[in-house]
Every structure is written in structure tokens, then in C-alpha cells.
């Protein structure tokens, strides 16, 4: 039988929290998966709890070591090495409900033949339960990534389940000097071509780790500024609503303003632009580059 699901783990010195992934892994339901597992150059003895893990695991898991480069590099590193038809990206400080491979199983075979989707996409909860964001107004939608959030007014961050072959096609750019890349760069690129199926189900639980991407973006976004400007500029041409442009005009120059000369000189051409009618929103965005170097001075005072 050939490999249904790839659970993908990019991880960085989370060896403590593998094992907690795993026994949600174990508890599946739903059996056609392997685990794939990008160690981005952990310090902390991943391999050998992923070493050990492996011994006893009941289904396959592979590890592939890099340097480091930060997760968007480690997930390119995984697709490649992916043996599924989906990919499914798990975060190892995070944990899947013991149904959440099923239910990914089950409905991809609604719309596996129809080439305009690109995969699947269920909800995410906290460790409670909990839905985060809105959750879906019905059972399913179908739509790609910019509808769903302008047309049906859905919040809140979503599992995506993709299609292997279209993460390959849609890679993350993998910028000089850069160590982040919003996720929301591909799958706005991604929704351009294809939908998913939405549906109303929880199927991963996440737990936000201090020192993690969600609870430093900003800082973390300050020193990626190409990848940044790039997903805000790529936003001035999607059909969204004008006050979202605006905000994405605002953290454009936000971003550009972190950009050093040396940056802009490694990068070169790649550099993103926008055009001049949007230029009315560099002073708004020098004035949250200069809120956002005050308050990260005095985080950095602050800590230990």
C-alpha cells in the first residue's frame, strides 16, 4: 500500500516535547502515515530521542539532519523527502487528536480526483478543546485560502493538509541571510491556482511555546524583512478588501525599514517593490518600525 499521509516535523531543540507528538501519533485511528522529521541543526540530543523513538514506533519514521536555516527551509527539506500523497505539517511542540488522520483521510477522498484542490484544511484547538478563531459557519467550504477569510469571514489559524506534489510546486523561498518566512506567502501563491476542502472538525491541538515563532513574530519578521515585504506586497494584488490592503501597504515599509545595506545587497534584485501609489504608507510604516525597535530594545533590556 503506498503512503497516504506524511507527517512533517520541522524541529529545532524540542527533543523534550517529540515524545509528547508521538504518543498522539500512536493513538491514530487512522493507520497509512509516516513520520518525516527535519531536524533544523538541534543542540539538544533530537536525534537520539528521535533514535530511540524509532525502535519501538509502529509506523515508519525518518529523520534528516541540516544545518540550520529556520522552518520554512526544514519543511522545503521534508517535501522533498516526503513519500505521501499529503503532507501534513506538525509542529513538534504541537499534537494531533487521535481522529485528526481519519478525518484528513476521509475527506480528501471527497475531492482526491478533482484536480482544482489542492488538499484539505481542518481546525485548530488549544489543549482544552478549545476552537481557535471562528471555526466554519457550516460544515464544509470550498474555496481557496483568500476567499475563505474575505468571502466567509473565517479567523483564527487552520491545519492545512496539502497535496505533496503542490508544496513542491509552490516552495518557500529560501532567501540569503533569512531565517523566517510567513507561511502566508505560499498558500496565498497556492490559492491562486487551487481550493481546499474546508470542514468543521478540530484536527490539531496546539500548545504556543515561549521563545516560539508565534510569541517573537514580530521580532522574527525584523530580521527576515525580504520575505516579509514580499508576502505584503504580493497582497496589494489579491481581491481583499481595501482596509487590508492598506494595513499590508503600512507593514510593506514597516519591514523595508529593518532591510540593512548589506541585506539589500546580497539579495539584489530579488528585492520586492510596490508601486508608487502606495507610497503614501511609508510614513505610517517608519512609525511602527520605530514603535516595533523601541519595544524590542526594551524586551531585550528586560531579559535575562
Not at 63 to 71: F, I, P
Not at 177 to 185: S, V
Not at 231 to 256: C, H, Q, S
Amino acid at each position: 500500500m503506498e503512503t497516504m499521509i506524511t507527517l512533517l516535523t520541522p524541529t529545532y531543540n524540542r527533543a523534550r516535547l517529540l515524545p509528547r507528538l508521538y504518543e498522539s501519533l500512536r493513538r491514530q485511528t487512522y493507520k497509512n502515515f509516516e513520520w518525516v522529521i527535519v531536524d533544523d541543526g538541534s543542540t539538544d540530543g533530537t536525534h537520539n530521542v528521535v533514535e530511540e523513538t524509532a525502535r519501538h514506533s509502529p509506523f515508519p519514521i525518518h529523520y534528516h539532519y541540516k544545518e540550520n536555516g529556520g522552518k520554512h527551509t526544514a519543511v522545503n527539506k521534508g517535501v522533498r523527502e516526503a513519500r505521501g500523497e499529503l503532507v501534513f505539517i506538525a509542529d513538534s511542540d504541537d499534537m494531533l487528536l487521535p481522529d485528526s488522520l481519519q478525518r484528513v483521510a476521509e475527506e480528501y477522498a471527497q475531492v482526491a480526483k478533482d484536480d482544482s484542490f489542492c488538499g484539505v484544511c481542518g481546525l485548530d484547538c488549544d489543549l482544552s478543546g478549545k476552537i481557535i478563531g471562528s471555526g466554519l459557519k457550516q460544515e464544509w467550504i470550498d474555496a481557496n485560502a483568500v476567499q475563505l477569510r474575505t468571502r466567509y469571514g473565517v479567523t483564527g489559524d487552520l491545519k492545512e493538509v496539502f497535496k505533496t506534489s503542490v508544496l513542491k510546486e509552490f516552495p518557500f523561498p529560501e532567501i540569503p541571510g533569512e531565517r523566517f518566512c510567513p507561511e502566508a506567502l505560499v498558500w496565498n501563491r497556492i490559492a491562486r491556482k487551487y481550493k481546499l476542502r474546508y470542514f468543521n472538525r478540530p484536527i490539531y491541538q496546539v500548545e504556543y511555546q515561549e521563545g516560539g515563532l508565534t510569541s517573537n513574530i514580530v521580532r522574527i519578521r525584523m530580521k527576515s524583512p525580504i520575505a516579509s515585504m514580499m508576502t505584503y506586497a504580493e497582497m496589494l494584488d489579491y481581491p481583499i478588501p481595501m482596509r487590508e490592503k492598506m494595513k499590508a501597504a503600512v507593514n510593506f515599509f514597516r519591514f523595508k525599514a529593518c532591510m540593512t545595506a548589506e541585506h539589500a545587497h546580497e539579495v539584489g534584485p530579488a528585492i520586492p517593490t510596490v508601486p508608487l501609489a502606495w507610497y503614501w504608507a511609508r510614513p505610517l510604516g517608519l512609525l511602527m518600525h520605530m514603535r516595533d525597535s523601541k519595544m524590542n530594545k526594551l524586551l531585550y533590556c528586560c531579559c535575562p
